[in-house]
């Protein structure tokens, strides 16, 4: 046998032993790659094969990311690996499977506030904002310091609508973290809202935000794009006090005069 060939063999010998790296990284660059992940070994740890599954989840492979993460379940089951295993079902499109695992999750350790979180996500898809909010609810009750929770649970209010009470967690998520809305731009209400008032209604409340913060700079924009999505009653801007300073910054003056017209 050809001793470059042999040597390649036993390498992969290793590897797979190690249960550590995949196919694809242990041939030489001058061969195909594979793109194939190893097949989870009975002699792993639940650790090592956790640590696999999440790095297989980095790469998308979420397919593979999921043997690794049942593999290890059936050595130690983890709310935490249900969640995982939700999660990457999820970025599959798999949500009836991501469901039955969030459920797990919270069979498994109902004090745990990331199963309630991802299981709200579930029935936000279904649009039962009801049932979202009863789930946010409890992730938030669990742990009231999550900047991210209080965010979710507003964005449950305002896509049913109670503004009031969106505004409330959108108020505390913002206290606690005034990148937030940045942070959830590419998944947030402007994102996703299923119309345009929505977006603009959305986009204005977060001007007010950053206006009473002094963000000016992050008020504005977030006013500019409440005007291009259409917002019907942006002369509010002239009477909430929250706007008071900001509307003393010359920069207010000259986006007002411009009145971006709505985008389509």
């Given amino acids: 046998m050809d001793r470059l060939l042999l040597s390649r063999i036993l390498f992969l010998m290793a590897a797979v032993a190690l249960c550590l790296v995949p196919v694809s990284?242990?041939?030489?660059?001058?061969?195909?790659?594979?793109?194939?992940?190893?097949?989870?070994?009975?002699?792993?740890?639940?650790?090592?094969?956790?640590?696999?599954?999440?790095?297989?989840r980095g790469e998308k492979r979420y397919l593979d990311s999921i043997d690794y993460y049942k593999a290890a379940m059936s050595k130690e089951s983890s709310a935490r690996l249900c969640n995982k295993t939700g999660m990457s079902y999820l970025f599959l499109q798999r949500n009836h499977e991501a469901q039955k695992e969030f459920d797990h999750a919270i069979k498994l350790d109902k004090k745990a506030p990331e199963g309630y979180n991802n299981r709200a996500y579930i029935e936000l898809t279904k649009k039962d904002y009801?049932?979202?909010?009863?789930?946010?609810?409890?992730a938030v009750t669990l742990r009231p310091d999550s900047s991210d929770f209080h965010y979710n649970l507003g964005s449950a209010y305002f896509d049913k609508h109670d503004y009031e009470a969106a505004a409330r967690e959108f108020h505390t998520a913002f206290a606690m973290d005034p990148d937030i809305f940045d942070r959830h731009s590419r998944t947030g209400i402007a994102a996703r809202a299923s119309s345009p008032d929505d977006r603009a209604a959305f986009d204005f409340m977060?001007?007010?935000?950053?206006?009473?913060?002094?963000?000016?700079?992050?008020?504005?924009?977030?006013?500019?794009?409440?005007?291009?999505?259409?917002?019907?009653?942006?002369?509010?801007?002239?009477?909430?006090?929250?706007f008071a300073t900001l509307r003393t910054d010359k920069r207010f003056s000259e986006l007002m005069s411009q009145r971006p017209q709505p985008i389509p």
Avoid: H, N
């Fill in 130 to 138: 009801g049932k979202a909010i009863k789930y946010y609810i409890k």
């Fill in 206 to 242: 977060v001007a007010r935000m950053y206006a009473q913060l002094g963000d000016f700079d992050r008020s504005l924009q977030y006013l500019r794009k409440a005007m291009e999505d259409g917002y019907k009653e942006i002369k509010k801007v002239y009477t909430d006090s929250e």
């Fill in 25 to 56: 990284q242990v041939f030489a660059a001058d061969s195909p790659q594979v793109s194939v992940a190893l097949v989870p070994l009975t002699s792993a740890t639940p650790a090592e094969l956790e640590k696999q599954g999440d790095l297989l």
